[in-house]
């Protein structure tokens, strides 16, 4: 198995535990419990994975930089309905209801993920890469107690993804460099109260 497959295989395992989750009822408090711990940890444990492993190299490639960097804000949002399920009842309409978006996102995610992302991952990665990777990821997934006690590290920034986040301040000094100095700060905050500024970071 390569890297690609064991990730597939990762994500068909938590797909289906979530669709064995969408068909309790709100009076099957201790399957819901059971079911979600293992979404939960199993979760925790892909992201910390991808994040740590794959997404790192996916980032400095040009044909994955954007796909990557949508999968980190998706894990970001994947990890706060994690933690906002762990924090209300089961027996609740709205855990069910947050259950429902948790499933489409992941869902969306792997088809993100298998689609776009490994397909650019083929062809942008060298076989060394691949191989490593995949000793790499399998050393990870024997040992899921470890991947789950580690501390999540922030994100390393990559060069394109910093190079483009100075793009949104030269355009603002350049839209402002006519104004006089007074204004210049009040018509400087406006852009960027107006455009915002791209942010790529780990959740």
Same mark, same amino acid.
């Given at each position: ?31 819901? &419990? @059971? /079911? +979600?711990?293992? =979404?939960?940890? $199993? ?5 910390? !994975?991808? &994040? @740590? /492993? +794959?997404?790192? =190299?996916?980032? $400095? ?5 954007? !796909? ?136």
């Amino acid at each position: 198995m390569n890297v690609f497959e064991i990730l597939g295989d990762d994500h068909d395992k938590v797909k289906g535990l979530l669709e064995k989750l969408e068909e309790t009822t709100e009076r099957a408090v201790k399957t819901r &419990e @059971s /079911l +979600f711990a293992r =979404v939960n940890d $199993d979760l925790t444990v892909h992201a910390r !994975i991808e &994040e @740590s /492993l +794959f997404y790192p =190299v996916l980032e $400095d490639k040009e044909q994955t930089q954007a !796909i990557t960097l949508k999968a980190y804000e998706t894990h970001g949002v994947i990890k706060r309905l994690l933690s906002e399920l762990s924090g209300i009842s089961v027996e609740s309409p709205e855990w069910t209801a947050k259950l429902k978006v948790l499933k489409d996102t992941v869902e969306q995610h792997v088809e993100d993920e298998e689609g776009e992302m490994f397909k650019g991952a083929r062809q942008a990665l060298t076989k060394k890469e691949i191989d490593t990777l995949t000793d790499q990821v399998q050393d990870a997934r024997r040992k899921p107690e470890e991947v789950l006690a580690a501390e999540s590290q922030p994100r390393r920034p990559s060069v394109r993804a910093g190079a483009a986040a100075s793009e949104p301040a030269r355009s603002v000094a350049a839209a402002t460099g006519s104004f006089c100095s007074s204004c210049q700060g009040i018509a400087a905050n406006f852009f960027r109260t107006l455009c915002g500024s791209p942010q790529y970071r780990r959740s």
